[in-house]
């Protein structure tokens, strides 16, 4: 069954460009699509390290204050509910300013510090250097070229003291150079879209956050590895972090009926399990999934196969594994084959069409021969001739206009699925 899918696999590749992409997204009112920072904001805003209204409006063209920074840099690290310990020291601050706790949180770990007169100013606008200078702060320390500010166009605009700062995030990757790349433009006031952008870079790279500014519960990305079971894949990556093991959306795993199966006897709703007979690993090594996990599904759908030889399709949804040891993964999986649908491939159906073309070819010839014979027998060559073509002809159309086939596999018989959502493995 395996080598029929994979020529079916070949037969249809044009119409895998069609299918959707496997991931949801999530609805920000005031954002259009090919908005420049969307993907971003979409990352921050599904993250919760920034928000949008209660009409789904997000504001990308405003302003940052510094409370609204550090607040949003408190989520994105993990630390929005840190216990606080220090005494506030600020004469702008009281206890009544309902982000009382965000800014102590914040002098606490030493994020955004204060001013030497003993003010935060938490409402005052951030500036793209002195957000910058943040991120060099509590990013870890690195050896920074100071030259490399000269290859903007308005280096000369960067102040003195965050010419150290700049250096070191433009080392890194981390800063805003939009809409022109050849322009910083260090004193304009940083905009909601431009700490989006920033805050999901940072996300990305969170290993070059300083350890004493990463709450404990923060998930970190270790390493980035891949699968390989099927090369058509959309997808072959899978994140490894401290908390799980995450195989992204679009990667394709293989698996096995678990007992045979036959499309006429099933119905929609009916339970269907798969196994994976061997270890689901890494390129790299990692072990995602042991061998002999359970693979749940549900039959969504049957359709019977018709007439002109319309092949049977079973439409399947895996929604959960069961490993050895009882864990309990969550699944969002379909077949692997174009419009996600199981049925028989091309080549089972040229099959049946040339049993049909061979046998009524056999008829046709036996016929032609009975004919010849009886009224002379030196005429059986003729009547081969003649009724070879007119039985093999029959026996074509005759398998070209019958049903389908069903839908038939095997204990042990091997499909591929592909995850429509990511797949997460805690450790």
């Given at each position: 069954?395996?080598?029929?899918?994979?020529?079916?696999?070949?037969?249809?590749?044009?119409?895998?460009?069609?299918?959707?992409?496997?991931?949801?997204?999530?609805?920000?009112?005031?954002?259009?699509?090919?908005?420049?920072?969307?993907?971003?904001?979409?990352d921050v805003v599904s993250k919760n390290v920034m928000s949008v209204d209660q009409s789904g409006n997000f504001y990308p063209e405003d302003t940052v204050s510094r409370v609204e920074f550090v607040k949003s840099l408190l989520k994105l690290l993990s630390n929005d509910n840190l216990n606080v310990n220090i005494s506030?020291?600020?004469?702008?601050?009281?206890?009544?300013?309902?982000?009382?706790?965000?800014?102590?949180?914040?002098?606490?770990?030493?994020?955004?510090?204060?001013?030497?007169?003993?003010?935060?100013?938490?409402?005052?606008?951030?500036?793209?250097?002195?957000?910058?200078?943040?991120?060099?702060?509590?990013?870890?320390?690195?050896?920074?070229?100071?030259?490399?500010?000269?290859?903007?166009?308005?280096?000369?605009?960067?102040?003195?003291?965050?010419?150290?700062?700049?250096?070191?995030?433009?080392?890194?990757?981390?800063?805003?150079?939009?809409?022109?790349?050849?322009?910083?433009?260090?004193?304009?006031?940083?905009?909601?879209?431009?700490?989006?952008?920033?805050?999901?870079?940072?996300?990305?790279?969170?290993?070059?956050?300083?350890?004493?500014?990463?709450?404990?519960?923060?998930?970190?990305?270790?390493?980035?590895?891949?699968?390989?079971?099927?090369?058509?894949?959309?997808?072959?990556?899978?994140?490894?972090?401290?908390?799980?093991?995450?195989?992204?959306?679009?990667?394709?795993?293989?698996?096995?009926?678990?007992?045979?199966?036959?499309?006429?006897?099933?119905?929609?709703?009916?339970?269907?399990?798969?196994?994976?007979?061997?270890?689901?690993?890494?390129?790299?090594?990692?072990?995602?999934?042991?061998?002999?996990?359970?693979?749940?599904?549900?039959?969504?759908?049957?359709?019977?196969?018709?007439?002109?030889?319309?092949?049977?399709?079973?439409?399947?949804?895996?929604?959960?594994?069961?490993?050895?040891?009882?864990?309990?993964?969550?699944?969002?999986?379909?077949?692997?084959?174009?419009?996600?649908?199981?049925?028989?491939?091309?080549?089972?159906?040229?099959g049946k069409v040339a049993l049909y073309t061979v046998g009524l070819g056999a008829v046709g010839i036996g016929s032609g021969v009975g004919f010849a014979f009886i009224p002379n027998p030196a005429k059986i060559g003729t009547g081969i001739a003649i009724g070879a073509p007119i039985g093999a002809g029959v026996g074509?159309?005759?398998?070209?206009?019958?049903?389908?086939?069903?839908?038939?596999?095997?204990?042990?018989?091997?499909?591929?699925?592909?995850?429509?959502?990511?797949?997460?493995?805690?450790?």
């Amino acid at each position: 069954m395996k080598k029929i899918f994979s020529a079916l696999l070949a037969f249809s590749m044009v119409s895998w460009y069609s299918l959707p992409v496997f991931s949801a997204d999530i609805q920000i009112m005031d954002v259009a699509n090919d908005y420049w920072a969307r993907p971003e904001i979409v990352d921050v805003v599904s993250k919760n390290v920034m928000s949008v209204d209660q009409s789904g409006n997000f504001y990308p063209e405003d302003t940052v204050s510094r409370v609204e920074f550090v607040k949003s840099l408190l989520k994105l690290l993990s630390n929005d509910n840190l216990n606080v310990n220090i005494s506030n020291s600020f004469t702008d601050v009281s206890s009544s300013n309902p982000n009382y706790s965000d800014i102590l949180r914040s002098q606490q770990l030493g994020l955004v510090y204060g001013y030497p007169d003993k003010t935060f100013k938490p409402n005052q606008v951030m500036l793209r250097d002195e957000t910058q200078s943040v991120v060099s702060h509590i990013t870890k320390d690195t050896s920074a070229d100071l030259s490399v500010i000269n290859n903007f166009s308005d280096a000369a605009e960067v102040p003195d003291w965050a010419k150290q700062s700049y250096a070191k995030s433009l080392a890194y990757g981390l800063y805003i150079n939009y809409p022109n790349p050849n322009e910083l433009r260090p004193l304009d006031k940083l905009t909601r879209a431009e700490a989006a952008v920033l805050l999901a870079k940072i996300d990305d790279k969170i290993s070059l956050v300083k350890d004493e500014y990463v709450g404990p519960d923060l998930e970190k990305t270790l390493a980035i590895e891949h699968l390989d079971i099927n090369k058509k894949a959309p997808c072959h990556s899978v994140k490894i972090t401290n908390k799980r093991n995450l195989i992204l959306s679009g990667n394709v795993l293989e698996v096995a009926f678990s007992d045979k199966f036959r499309s006429e006897l099933a119905d929609a709703g009916q339970d269907v399990k798969f196994i994976n007979p061997q270890d689901i690993s890494t390129v790299e090594g990692t072990l995602l999934i042991p061998a002999n996990s359970v693979f749940k599904g549900t039959v969504l759908e049957v359709k019977k196969q018709r007439w002109f030889n319309k092949n049977a399709r079973v439409y399947i949804q895996l929604n959960e594994i069961c490993t050895p040891d009882g864990k309990k993964i969550d699944l969002n999986a379909k077949p692997f084959y174009k419009d996600y649908a199981l049925k028989e491939g091309p080549w089972m159906t040229a099959g049946k069409v040339a049993l049909y073309t061979v046998g009524l070819g056999a008829v046709g010839i036996g016929s032609g021969v009975g004919f010849a014979f009886i009224p002379n027998p030196a005429k059986i060559g003729t009547g081969i001739a003649i009724g070879a073509p007119i039985g093999a002809g029959v026996g074509l159309i005759t398998g070209l206009v019958t049903p389908g086939l069903k839908y038939h596999a095997k204990a042990g018989e091997q499909i591929y699925v592909i995850l429509c959502d990511d797949t997460s493995i805690y450790k």
